[in-house]
């Protein structure tokens, strides 16, 4: 039993090894919007490297198709996923699950990524990304279906921290445990949300400075950023139509000094703002890790 358990430890630490350190550097760049493609190659030098939204290629037209062989011939690409719903408890859905590898297989990107949560429930959608109940049980799950995913898809995997309107009843540990745990049981990178990380802190009323020795930072392969809206409760709202807070590059720092680090991608869906003003949010991120 114990020579069993010290070979699955050296295969984790090895799998951890290719995952994160010889995870290829890919720097500071955007989520891929098409209102802002024109802009985008006029100042290619400017942005290191894009994540797409694989959802939105998934039995897509010729010209989308189209679309995904430009960006591919010009940036490196990462494929980020919303719907898998690794965190459902009856399992992944086949179809949806071959068309991401049919994606990956066409782009070869270093790695893909997905969320700690989950979009469906006893077969229905729920509509967005819910966070998942922070239990032993669920950590299960999403390892079960993890594994799962990965007999499909042999690149690697990176899992995202949601943000959370609330915790769900039953926690049996902090976010950051949870996602400590979570990556380990699913020998996984993290995906960092840092503004996921201080929307909940602030939301739950945690001090996100207070809990920064307990994420698990050596698993860090990408960050998000983003800005949001303040409601007049005074809650923060990830609401990607915004300029990030100045608390967000605090946090990307950070991150930068604890881990091995392989690339940010700034997310901004709403309000899209001159094309200039994201540069600008790139070109902070870069001071911000430097």
Known sequence: MLQRRRLRGRRRLRRLRRIVNEAPRLGVGLSYRPSFRAEL???????????????????APREKLDELDLLAAHFPLAPHGLDLSLGSAEGLDPAYLDKFAALVDRLDPPWWSD??????????????????PRTQEAIDTLARNVEQARRAISAPLILENPTEAF????????????????????????????????????NQGHDWRAELDRWPWPRAVQAHFAGGRIARDGRWIDSHDRPAPPEVFDLLGELSRRGALRGIILERDEDMPAFGDLLAELDRAREAIA
């Not at 190659?41 to 039995?59: G, M, Q, T």
């Not at 969320?115 to 429930?121: E, L, V």
């Not at 009843?169 to 745990?181: I, L, N, Q």
């Open 41 to 59: 190659f006029a100042a290619r030098a400017r942005v290191d490297f894009l994540e797409i939204i694989a959802d939105h290629y998934f039995d």
């Open 115 to 132: 969320h700690i949560a989950f979009t469906r429930a006893g077969g229905v959608s729920i509509g967005h990304l819910a966070a998942l």
């Open 167 to 202: 915790p769900a009843p039953g926690a049996e540990m902090d976010e950051p445990e949870f996602v400590a745990r979570a990556l380990g049981a699913c020998d996984c990178g993290w995906l960092c949300d840092v503004t996921n990380i201080l929307t909940n802190a602030v």
